[in-house]
């Protein structure tokens, strides 16, 4: 009988889709952090927002009725809207670079760089930055320091980041889907909801858990999911009922030739990836975005195969996106 088990790929890290590197800068003092993707040319991208508070810059460049629909990096942070100046550190060097658009000759390169950010600026840290907030200077960092092997966990994008009442962080996986195609996530997971069952210890992800990268924990005898909000009165107390005061944002990566509406399906389906791992998600209090990106080196074939392919490439991505969000917190607990 044929194994039909599928697997992450080497590094279980979205940077297992060829083309793709990280790089973060994590502040200890001001308990904040930036996480940059970037791609090896002008990928193929779009972006899903469910969210009702979300923190943004460039979505609308990735509209599939608009011109441009193709990113040369993404970027995530911590700082709220202050954290999107991340980008603009981002945007400096890879013009600096020479990587970019250039709409006449001689002209400066202009990087496609959007972003999303998440409000860690209640955490405690040294926010006293006056005039000059750190987060353009991480952007610049980050692109210097990409690599495909980065660390998970209280780092980041995620270094502010709660879940609930827990630490949130930063995670990432990907998943090998057996005939050329990868599939890989990175998420920064701020969300209000729970990702724990009622035990306390049992991912809601648990049933989409490969080689027990977060923990193993399967749910014994539960008691019953009545509960819409848990932990309503200390999620108010820690002052996270606000609205934008949480989200979890993610990157999905394929290395499929898709289109720009194609990642924009991709990105809605894997935004299933978050109700599948959060209770509850897509809140009024929440961001939740999602961008989509694709390499192109991999050819998904014409007709109705395709829009099979492409289902297929969506539900992987959902997969990737729980168990990247779980892997985020169980680290973050380590």
């Not at 990907?174 to 069952?197: E, K, Q, T, W």
Request: net charge negative; aromatic share 4%; glycine share 14%.
């Amino acid at each position: 009988m044929t194994d039909l088990t599928l697997r992450p790929g080497p590094f279980n890290l979205i940077t297992d889709v060829a083309g793709l590197t990280v790089g973060q800068v994590t502040d200890e003092t001001v308990r904040s952090g930036a996480t940059v993707l970037l791609t090896d040319g002008f990928w193929r991208a779009a972006v899903d927002v469910r969210g009702g508070g979300p923190g943004t810059r460039e979505t609308e460049a990735l509209a599939p009725e608009n011109l441009v629909g193709q990113v040369h990096a993404i970027a995530l942070a911590g700082g709220s809207v202050f954290g999107l100046a991340v980008a603009d550190g981002v945007v400096a060097a890879l013009s600096a670079r020479g990587q970019g658009l250039r709409l006449k000759p001689g002209s400066p390169a202009i990087p496609v760089v959007p972003a999303a950010v998440l409000h860690d600026l209640g955490n405690g840290g040294d926010k006293a930055w006056g005039l000059e907030p750190p987060y353009r200077r991480w952007g610049l960092e980050a692109v210097a320091t990409a690599t495909e092997l980065f660390a998970l966990g209280r780092v980041g994008a995620g270094r502010g980041a709660m879940a609930g009442h827990i630490p949130g962080g930063l995670g990432s996986v990907s998943l090998d889907l057996g005939d050329g195609l990868i599939v890989g996530a990175l998420v920064a997971a701020n969300p209000i909801g729970s990702v724990y069952m009622p035990d306390g210890r049992t991912p809601w992800a648990w049933p989409f858990e490969l080689d027990g990268e977060f923990g193993g924990a399967h749910p014994g005898a539960q008691p019953p999911v009545s509960d819409p909000l848990p932990g309503q009165s200390r999620l108010a107390e820690l002052g996270r009922t606000q609205p934008g005061a949480n989200t979890t944002l993610a990157v999905v990566a394929c290395n499929a030739d898709l289109s720009t509406a194609e990642c924009k399906r991709v990105a809605m389906m894997a935004q299933d990836g978050i109700a599948r791992a959060v209770r509850p998600a897509h809140t009024p209090f929440d961001g939740d975005t999602v961008f989509a990106l694709a390499s192109g080196r991999r050819s998904l074939g014409e007709g109705p195969e395709r829009a099979v392919q492409l289902g297929r490439l969506g539900s992987a991505a959902a997969d990737c996106l729980a168990r990247a969000i779980a892997r985020a917190v169980h680290l973050a607990q380590a």
